[in-house]
């Protein structure tokens, strides 16, 4: 008798438990980005790697003031020619690229609610912001191919160039445009409420896509692409870092960055986009902190949610880029007095923040590494069932998904090493490419190596800083 009894309590406790279950998930819940990052307070000596870092980014200061300019020019203009390929089937791409885009926002709305499950927020916070950036820093401009505006704009437009059209896009908005959408793009990633939610995302995307081509029919693609289109902007700046490089029609292969030492002083709207850039996934980073919540009364064992502090993370997120920029105009402006070079501060600064490049760089792989190796498996399995019907498009609707690859002593081991690794390295490219920009900026190997000095602080800074962060315990 007590045994059918015991036997009745356990079915009645697993019924209401499956009626809590169903209930939780009918009832619309917040979804909150990066659901896979770090979790878990580091215990590995991480003042020796922080040491080391800042120690190994001012050794390769050192290095360089001593290195003869013409030397270290020798070496980036090395190159290896590979083929020539033709811009033939860009169109074509970009319309496939267009109709798997379309594609995703009907996922987005018909699909799945759960962000692990619908194909939309995955791709776009996972697969496109965190995987095909590193892309991106290897083999080049690929976004130029794959952006789903350029073939639709052919078709409608039935124009193949307009590089030697006058451009339609008043110059004086310089890159304010792009930093504006980039400024909105961040906020929605890191502040907002639920931009995982996939018919909320799906409705941003498409009026972002909507919108951007609608610019591209006033202005032109070619203007908008590069001072409007805030992605195509970001990716092609990344592109730079990038050892493949295609150049009329050739691809060439060359040293990581040696692009960046060739390019044109920004204007200052392209110096806040490229600083934006840093700052904003610092802050991402730097938002989760116990340190970060602390200063806000905030107790991170009961983390609120996103949405109790879309105020102060609205207030971080500008106040990290004032911040950035503020300590960046520093450094250039006390590089040019110990140099003694009367060059302007605009140009001194607009060519000085490509070496920020590398360390944007360098942060965001490490940033988005856990949710780009847990999250990339989640997307595999969506994209083969992407409205939840039940398919298996590509044989991955079924498969396991590894937590366990960031999880756990020794995973825990092997990824700091790698993001500490990325993160030092980033910032001792950062170091070469600025001693190669300041040699253009001044005449003398000496006062170059001057002008760097506060800069090198900064980076110096910035490793410490980057390296905390991945140390420190998080909430959320």
């Not at 004086?172 to 995982?196: K, S």
């Not at 934006?276 to 989760?288: E, H, T």
């Amino acid at each position: 008798m007590s045994g059918r009894t015991e036997g009745g309590a356990v079915k009645r406790h697993r019924c209401r438990q499956a009626i809590k279950a169903l209930a939780f998930a009918l009832l619309p819940t917040p979804a909150f980005a990066h659901a896979s990052d770090r979790g878990h307070v580091l215990l590995l000596p991480t003042g020796y790697y922080i040491a080391g870092g800042a120690l190994a980014v001012a050794v390769s200061f050192f290095v360089l003031a001593l290195l003869p300019p013409a030397a270290l020019d020798r070496f980036w203009r090395r190159r290896l020619s590979l083929f020539t390929f033709g811009d033939r089937p860009r169109t074509i791409v970009s319309l496939v690229s267009f109709v798997g885009f379309a594609f995703l926002i009907g996922a987005g709305l018909l699909g799945s609610r759960d962000p692990l499950s619908n194909p939309l927020p995955l791709v776009i916070w996972t697969l496109l912001w965190a995987g095909f950036t590193l892309l991106q820093s290897v083999f080049g401009n690929l976004w130029s191919w794959l952006n789903p505006w350029y073939g639709p704009l052919r078709v409608v437009t039935r124009e193949r160039k307009d590089e030697t059209q006058p451009s339609r896009l008043p110059s004086w908005l310089g890159f304010w445009p792009a930093f504006v959408l980039f400024f909105a793009f961040a906020w929605f990633e890191l502040i907002d409420a639920a931009p995982d939610d996939p018919a909320r995302l799906a409705y941003a995307a498409g009026l972002y896509w909507l919108l951007s081509f609608i610019a591209m029919l006033v202005f032109g693609y070619r203007d908008w692409s590069r001072r409007g289109e805030f992605l195509s902007l970001f990716f092609s700046m990344v592109a730079r870092f990038a050892p493949l490089q295609r150049d009329q029609g050739r691809l060439h292969l060359c040293w990581p960055g040696a692009k960046l030492l060739a390019a044109e002083p920004m204007p200052p709207s392209g110096v806040a986009f490229v600083l934006l850039a840093l700052s904003s996934v610092s802050f991402d980073g730097l938002s989760k902190t116990f340190f970060w919540l602390g200063l806000f009364g905030v107790n991170p064992l009961e983390y609120p949610g996103r949405t109790a502090l879309i105020g102060i993370g609205s207030f971080g997120l500008v106040l990290t880029f004032i911040l950035l920029g503020a300590v960046f105009a520093l450094a250039v402006f006390l590089g040019q007095r110990l140099a003694g070079d009367r060059i302007a501060f605009g140009e001194s600064a607009g060519l000085l923040v490509w070496s920020i490049v590398p360390i944007a760089l360098a942060y965001h792989i490490a940033h988005y590494l856990t949710a780009l190796l847990v999250d990339g498996q989640y997307a595999l399995g969506a994209l083969s069932d992407p409205f939840a019907l039940g398919w298996n498009l590509f044989g991955t609707a079924d498969m396991t998904v590894e937590a366990g690859i960031v999880a756990g002593a020794e995973s825990a081991w092997w990824l700091w090493n790698l993001q500490a690794g990325v993160i030092i390295a980033g910032h001792m490219l950062a170091v070469l490419i600025a001693h190669g920009l300041a040699w253009r900026l001044h005449k003398h190997a000496s006062r170059a190596a001057f002008s760097q000095l506060p800069l090198t602080v900064l980076m110096i800074a910035y490793t410490v800083f980057g390296l905390w962060l991945l140390a420190t315990p998080t909430a959320g």
